[in-house]
């Protein structure tokens, strides 16, 4: 299947710096892009997506960037906070809307 | 607003039991309903996906199945479980169409004895 996966299994920032997650995906059909966060013993909670025809987005306090010339995409959170540690995940979606290939993780850790 | 619901949110059980895990979605119909795995500090694996009543697909070979007796509520069940089959068990939902979004419950935490 598609391979997605992070560059970073594990990224501690300072609370009020900027976070960037990155994520690398293998499949250059792939059209439609989400990361979720989530907290220790929950689900996973949307944050922000990407479609392929677009390459930034704009979030509260996020943005998704999407280079698909390198197949390469980024979370950056501004002003991280606390309540931002969580492990964040990647997914790709390829014209299956009910498949999504996921990366394994990145952990942010955000020291007070 | 909608909803999903998990139960129960952590489970034991010994190698060779059955296994039944439920979930549940409010507020919305027809969605298109998911089971994933997830093993300790991984990704997400999906195991199942579903777009109607009756109508199930499966990703991986396993001894794990799903069904869904109604529009709402998708099972994933075992007849004997293996110690491999530990994990979070998670399902989600989304809507029907070429919507993409999908929304997770709570969450299952799995351990086989």
């Known amino acids: 299947g598609e391979s997605v996966g992070l560059h970073l299994p594990t990224l501690s920032v300072q609370e009020g710096d900027n976070s960037i997650i990155n994520c690398a995906y293998s499949?250059?059909?792939?059209?439609?892009f989400i990361w979720y966060k989530q907290e220790s013993g929950k689900g996973p909670q949307f944050i922000i997506d990407i479609r392929s025809n677009m390459d930034k987005r704009l979030g509260q306090r996020v943005t998704v960037l999407l280079n698909k010339t390198v197949k390469h995409l980024s979370l950056q959170i501004a002003a991280t906070q606390p309540g931002d540690s969580a492990v964040y995940f990647c997914a790709e979606n390829s014209y299956n809307f009910n498949k999504f290939y996921f990366g394994s993780g990145t952990k942010l850790n955000v020291k007070p | 607003s909608q909803t999903i619901h998990q139960w129960p949110a952590t489970l034991v059980q010994p190698v060779g039991s059955p296994l039944s895990l439920e979930c549940t979605v409010e507020?919305?119909?027809?969605?298109?309903l998911y089971w994933y795995r997830q093993a300790a500090g991984r990704g997400l694996q999906l195991l199942f996906y579903s777009v109607g009543i009756g109508q199930i697909s499966s990703e991986v070979p396993q001894n794990l199945s799903a069904s869904r007796p109604q529009d709402r509520q998708f099972i994933l069940s075992s007849k004997k479980l293996l110690l491999s089959d530990s994990g979070f068990y998670l399902c989600a939902w989304s809507r029907g169409g070429r919507t993409y979004e999908q929304y997770f419950g709570p969450g299952t935490r799995l351990t086989v004895t």
């Open positions: 499949n250059s059909a792939s059209d439609y």
């Open positions: 507020g919305t119909s027809n969605p298109n």
